[in-house]
Structure formats: C-alpha cells, structure tokens
T-cell receptor, first 113, second 113 residues
Framework: GDSVTQMEGPVTLSEEAFLTINCTYTATGYPSLFWYVQYPGEGLQLLLKATKADDKGSNKGFEATYRKETTSFHLEKGSVQVSDSAVYFCALSGLQGAQKLVFGQGTRLTINP | DVKVTQSSRYLVKRTGEKVFLECVQDMDHENMFWYRQDPGLGLRLIYFSYDVKMKEKGDIPEGYSVSREKKERFSLILESASTNQTSMYLC????????????FGSGTQLSVL
C-alpha cells in the first residue's frame, strides 16, 4: 500500500540556519503530495502541496519540489525562525480515495535563538 | 475560517468504559475523518465519512465505531476502552473536492487507565 517515510527527528537548529526535512514515498500512480505543520497545542494545518511531477509548492518561506524520479518531496527553508518550531508531517493522497491522506511519522523541529 | 471543534482537550477514562469523542465542523464540509496520533507512528486513519450516515473503515478501525447523523457532526466511539487506545485523537474535515486540504481540530488526548 501507499506509504510515506520522513527523516528521523527531532531536529534542532539555530535561528537563520538552512532547513531540510527529507520525505520519500511509495505509491501507485501519481499521488498528490503535502506538507502539514502542527504548532504546539494545535491541530495540523496545510503548509504546502504539489499535485504533479516537478511542481514546487511554497508557503511562508518553505518550499518542496515533487520529484517523481526519486519519489521524494523534501521540505526546505533558507533561514528558519524560532516561530518555525513545530512538528512537520509529509503526506500523500493516492488513487484510492483522493481525500484520504497517508501521513509520515512526523519530524519535530526546534529552533534555538 | 473553517473551525473544527473537538469536545474535550483532555479525557481520562477507565478500562472497559464506553467513550464518545465528538467533533463538529462549521463549514458544511462533506468529508470528515478520525485519526489517531502516536509518537513515531504519525497519523493513522481510523474511520472516515463522505456523507451523512456514510462511513468507511480506515487503516486501524478495530475497537472503534463512528456515527454521522448530521453533516456537521462526526462521533468516534470506543465501545470498551483499553489501555492501548491511549492516544491523541484528531478530527478533520474537508470539502468533497478539497484535493487533500484537510482542516483539523486541536485534538483530544485520551488516557485509558
């Protein structure tokens, strides 16, 4: 079945550092790919998405490119802030029910001032 | 803004009790979902519903049931709570054509003693 694998956390960085959180997937066909973010004490919210190969999703300084050849959707940000501290989830929606999302295990990110 | 409200933030129950978790959304969304979130496992889908009185099993439905009598409300029921159901439960909703954009509640942390 469909699955998503994220890099192990937690990840701790200093403010203004470059961020990469790796995400790879296994799916039948061409899924849509998503990054969701969960701030402390809150539910998840959509950060960005890409629906086809080579698409780049972007929001709030974060970017991720849909790479079909490497089945990856890595999250990047050039200069992180303390307010980016959160748990980040990579997810996909496959052929079986476009509204059903399969999530990765989540990566906790802590940014120190 | 879409609001997804879960009835309790924290809940403590005893083994064998029947537990109801309630979720209400205010944006007339067709789809509603129940996930559980566990450290290292990410989010796993328990049940979802595409319409009133419709329900489908997710990846881990054992020990759970659901009810959707009205479009805005989706209830998760633990028929006989067990300690391995201690978890964070997240409700979400989306439009029928939401293309993977889910709106989440802030979660219910359930402890079964």
């Amino acid at each position: 079945g469909d699955s998503v694998t994220q890099m192990e956390g937690p990840v701790t960085l200093s403010e203004e550092a470059f961020l990469t959180i790796n995400c790879t997937y296994t799916a039948t066909g061409y899924p849509s790919l998503f990054w969701y973010v969960q701030y402390p004490g809150e539910g998840l919210q959509l950060l960005l998405k890409a629906t086809k190969a080579d698409d780049k999703g972007s929001n709030k300084g974060f970017e991720a490119t849909y790479r079909k050849e490497t089945t990856s959707f890595h999250l990047e940000k050039g200069s992180v802030q303390v307010s980016d501290s959160a748990v980040y989830f990579c997810a996909l929606s496959g052929l079986q029910g476009a509204q059903k999302l399969v999530f990765g295990q989540g990566t906790r990110l802590t940014i120190n001032p | 803004d879409v609001k997804v409200t879960q009835s309790s933030r924290y809940l403590v129950k005893r083994t064998g009790e029947k537990v109801f978790l309630e979720c209400v959304q205010d944006m007339d969304h067709e789809n509603m979902f129940w996930y559980r979130q566990d450290p290292g496992l990410g989010l796993r889908l328990i049940y979802f519903s595409y319409d009133v009185k419709m329900k489908e099993k997710g990846d881990i439905p054992e020990g759970y049931s659901v009810s959707r009598e009205k479009k805005e409300r989706f209830s998760l029921i633990l028929e006989s709570a067990s300690t391995n159901q201690t978890s964070m439960y997240l409700c979400a909703s989306s439009l029928g054509t939401g293309r993977g954009k889910l709106f989440f509640g802030s979660g219910t942390q359930l402890s079964v003693l």
